[in-house]
């Protein structure tokens, strides 16, 4: 894992986020553990799947970066476990060519995966990426606390719902309904949604889609974004095996586009 300190930037973040890293072999966890300190966060270590719990409900941390093969415990059962009782971001380490963890991973409320061998510069720009979405998330909340003071006002910036055959997309209450029933669609694939709402007909390739909804500087894995949209379309469209609204277009990526 030698180019896993590939990149390292040393800047150092505002406030110092709490780690927790979950990896079982001893080099590549003190390695990592070490790296991430030099940058400014607060890191604590994991060997196994039970110690990763008991440092989760004793640290509380910011983020989670979990190895998939552990002892005790799988990756994949920690991450439901913790999913069940905390919103806290969680990066799957993978080091399989199988395409099963991850999906998995995903399924049960994983924010990301990166997959072994990788740069520690690409392992930190989404770790970045996920704090900066936490922050707008609070810039957001407070912008909101404020304008409930000038409420006219804040009426009258509201955007109005967008209806997508059945289903109805609420853009400033962030909340989806299909037949006038809630749907329960993951945070990250509501943002992917509205994105494509707010661009009809624009075809975006899988790098563009991690890039404006996900934060990423660049492409990565772009499996994350597959299973998101296939996510949407099980929620949307009345046949998700022939999407509707929510198109492919084979080699380049995907598209939002009302049917004629």
């Known amino acids: 894992m030698n180019d896993v300190l590939t990149g390292a930037s040393h800047h150092v973040p505002r406030m110092a986020r709490t780690i927790l890293v979950v990896e079982d072999?001893?080099?590549?966890?003190?390695?990592?553990?070490?790296?991430?300190e030099s940058e400014g966060f607060r890191v604590v270590g994991a060997a196994d799947g039970r110690a990763a719990l008991a440092e989760f409900r004793a640290e509380a941390p910011d983020l989670i970066l979990l190895d998939v093969m552990l002892p005790e415990l799988s990756g994949v059962e920690v991450c439901r476990i913790i999913r069940a009782e905390s919103p806290v971001p969680i990066i799957m380490l993978t080091a399989r060519d199988s395409e099963v963890d991850k999906v998995v991973g995903l399924e049960l409320g994983a924010d990301d995966y990166v997959t072994k061998p990788f740069s520690f510069r690409e392992l930190t720009a989404r770790i970045r990426?996920?704090?900066?979405?936490?922050?707008?998330?609070?810039?957001?909340?407070?912008?909101?606390?404020?304008?409930?003071?000038?409420?006219?006002?804040a009426e009258a910036a509201v955007p109005p719902p967008v209806e997508v055959g059945r289903v109805l997309v609420d853009l400033a209450g962030h909340r989806v309904t299909r037949d006038g029933k809630p749907v329960a669609l993951k945070p990250r694939a509501f943002e992917l949604l509205v994105f494509l709402l707010r661009h009809p007909g624009q075809v975006f390739t899988r790098d563009q889609l991690l890039e404006h909804v996900w934060g990423y500087e660049y492409g990565g894995e772009t499996r994350?974004?597959?299973?998101?949209?296939?996510?949407?379309?099980?929620?949307?469209?009345?046949?998700?095996?022939?999407?509707?609204?929510?198109?492919?277009?084979?080699g380049v990526g995907y598209v939002f586009r009302r049917p004629d």
Do not use: G, M, Y
Request: glycine share 0%.
């Open 224 to 250: 994350t974004v597959d299973v998101h949209v296939h996510w949407l379309r099980a929620e949307i469209e009345p046949d998700a095996a022939a999407p509707a609204w929510l198109h492919t277009v084979r």
């Open 25 to 36: 072999e001893t080099t590549l966890r003190e390695t990592l553990i070490d790296a991430l």
């Open 129 to 153: 990426a996920i704090f900066r979405r936490d922050e707008r998330a609070v810039t957001v909340a407070a912008v909101a606390v404020n304008a409930a003071a000038s409420a006219a006002a």
